[in-house]
């Protein structure tokens, strides 16, 4: 066929593209007016969601059935977007029975951080295979106004948590675990998407806490700065029409057409309708609205840990090197779709930068790496405190002042490379931009990549695995990839005497 043929066909294969988008959508809006209007969806909603409150997460029916979760007393000063109001938040924890394991008591205890819009549940089959397989205790918890735990106050101001508040809240959860399990263990950090971004900014105010780090695609900083205002600007739109929608149920089915494929993986600890439950009430998109400026919070303040290391801080020389360098293992594997079989593999894909990759023993590499490594903060002396790095489109508010991360003037911050040195670090990133090129800019998805590179550099004991066929969104369902990793990372922590 001539080019001007498969030209041609191209354009036909779009168009028909465009008509069966557009007739399906046209399609839906009627069904959804029809719903509506006749009072069909409402009515199901109406009942669902009583059905919710008295059954599926009522705090008591909860904490009946689930004697591994308990509802825990937070101070009002923990929290300062709290209004100062004492709250209480689910905490999930799982300890090996004498079946498990003969090897618990040499384990580290693990701790999973939420990310955005996710809770305790999003999880909890990763938790309870650590446990089982390999005898973890593993603390899971859900924020302020997240999953189970109470909501905002009615006197709320609506000021989103700094990462100094959310930092204060894991501290305090770490610590009462602590007193329960008679332990001062460091912790294994497994944190996905915000999780990361949380458990490094906790790192900053709380040093040497965490003996492991796995970030499992904590978002790079350059994407919040790099598309600020649009990134603040969608979200809470976005979770504002949701929530005004609640009532109509086309939320809760929205949510169910997501989470069909995902609930096999999720595990059986939970139902659906608690999973659905807990997304369908209105503190869910008051919480997840807000969230959105917590995590640029965090991003702020790990910056200011990182100072000149920090990716959005480098010439984009520098950048590039960073990008380029090769991951210790590129994995071909999809639990979500059955796929068990991990292949390690060459494959690279598409958002990565020119041809082939960098190895450490390049000379290019070589040299950029020692004059890198030299460029890592030393002390809290280091750290700047008052700069703003993440664009805000307005400075943020916070009731303790404007500096980063909401933290007080007076507060010491951790620079995070001589943490970085003693921890075991483990990171599993997504490469599979597809569908998302228009909001993960190349520029984004290459310091994603350079941030992989930053904290493996950094640490006595890093390794960066690629998924270059998984998204940001299915890569938290390898659950079995999450457990295998976790336990490399305990052994090795183990080895190092951490």
């Known amino acids: 066929m001539t080019p001007a043929g498969n030209h041609f066909r191209v354009l036909l294969f779009v168009l028909i593209k465009i008509i069966f988008g557009l007739l399906f959508g046209l399609a839906f809006l009627i069904l959804f007016l029809i719903v509506t209007l006749t009072g069909i969806g409402p009515l199901i909603e109406f009942y669902l969601s009583t059905l919710d409150e008295k059954e599926a997460i009522n705090h008591n029916v909860i904490l009946q059935t689930h004697p591994e979760m308990f509802l825990l007393d937070i101070p009002g000063h923990i929290n300062k977007a709290s209004g100062g109001i004492a709250y209480r938040i689910m905490v999930r924890l799982t300890k090996p029975t004498s079946d498990d394991t003969n090897n618990a008591d040499k384990?580290?205890?693990?701790?999973?951080?939420?990310?955005?819009?996710?809770?305790?549940?999003?999880?909890?089959?990763?938790?309870?295979?650590l446990t089982k397989q390999h005898g973890f205790t593993?603390?899971?918890?859900?924020?302020?106004g997240v999953g189970l735990s109470d909501p905002y106050p009615?006197?709320?101001?609506?000021?989103?948590?700094?990462?100094?508040?959310?930092?204060?809240?894991?501290?305090?959860?770490?610590?009462?675990?602590?007193?329960?399990?008679?332990?001062?263990?460091?912790?294994?950090?497994?944190?996905?998407?915000?999780?990361?971004n949380v458990a490094t900014a906790f790192m900053t105010l709380y040093p040497n806490r965490i003996g492991g780090f796995f970030n499992l695609d904590g978002l790079p900083h350059a994407f919040l700065q790099i598309q600020c205002k649009k990134f603040l600007r969608d979200g809470r739109i976005i979770m504002n029409v949701m929530r005004r929608l609640r009532w109509t149920g086309f939320p809760r089915l929205a949510f169910r057409l997501t989470l069909q494929s995902s609930l096999p993986v999720l595990g059986?600890?939970?139902?659906?309708?608690?999973?659905?439950?807990?997304?369908?009430?209105?503190?869910?998109?008051?919480?997840?609205?807000?969230?959105?400026?917590?995590?640029?919070?965090?991003?702020?303040?790990?910056v200011a840990a990182w100072g000149k290391q920090a990716t959005v801080a480098i010439d984009d020389e520098s950048l590039r090197l960073l990008a380029l360098l090769a991951?210790?293992?590129?994995?071909?594997?999809?639990e979500g779709k059955g796929i068990m079989h991990r292949n390690v593999t060459s494959e690279r894909s598409k958002s990565e930068l020119e041809s082939k990759y960098l190895t450490r023993s390049d000379d290019d590499f070589m040299a950029f790496e020692e004059i890198f490594c030299l460029m890592a903060l030393k002390s809290p002396a280091d750290v700047d405190k008052i700069q703003t790095h993440c664009n805000w489109p307005t400075p943020p508010k916070h009731p303790v002042g404007n500096f980063v991360g909401g933290v007080e003037s007076d507060t010491t911050i951790y620079p995070l490379a001589p943490q970085f040195q003693?921890?075991?670090v483990r990171i599993m990133c997504a490469r599979d931009y597809a569908g998302l090129e228009r909001d993960y800019t190349q520029e984004a998805r290459n310091h994603a990549a350079a941030r992989c590179t930053l904290q493996k550099l950094m640490s006595g004991n890093g390794k960066v695995y690629y998924y270059p066929r998984l998204s940001h969104l299915n890569l938290w369902q390898q659950v079995s990839e999450v457990v295998a990793i976790t336990f490399e990372m305990s052994t090795a922590m183990q080895d190092q005497e951490i």
């Open 268 to 302: 059986g600890a939970f139902t659906t309708q608690q999973f659905i439950g807990v997304m369908c009430r209105d503190q869910f998109f008051v919480t997840t609205g807000l969230e959105y400026t917590t995590l640029m919070s965090c991003c702020d303040l790990e």
């Open 422 to 424: 003693k921890l075991v």
């Open 107 to 129: 384990l580290p205890p693990v701790i999973f951080p939420g990310g955005l819009a996710s809770n305790l549940m999003t999880m909890s089959r990763h938790q309870d295979e």
């Open 138 to 144: 593993v603390v899971n918890f859900d924020r302020l």
């Open 327 to 334: 991951p210790d293992e590129s994995v071909i594997v999809n």
């Open 154 to 196: 009615a006197s709320f101001n609506q000021q989103p948590p700094s990462a100094a508040d959310v930092a204060r809240e894991m501290q305090f959860v770490m610590s009462h675990c602590e007193r329960i399990l008679h332990t001062k263990k460091k912790w294994i950090c497994v944190g996905g998407s915000m999780g990361a």
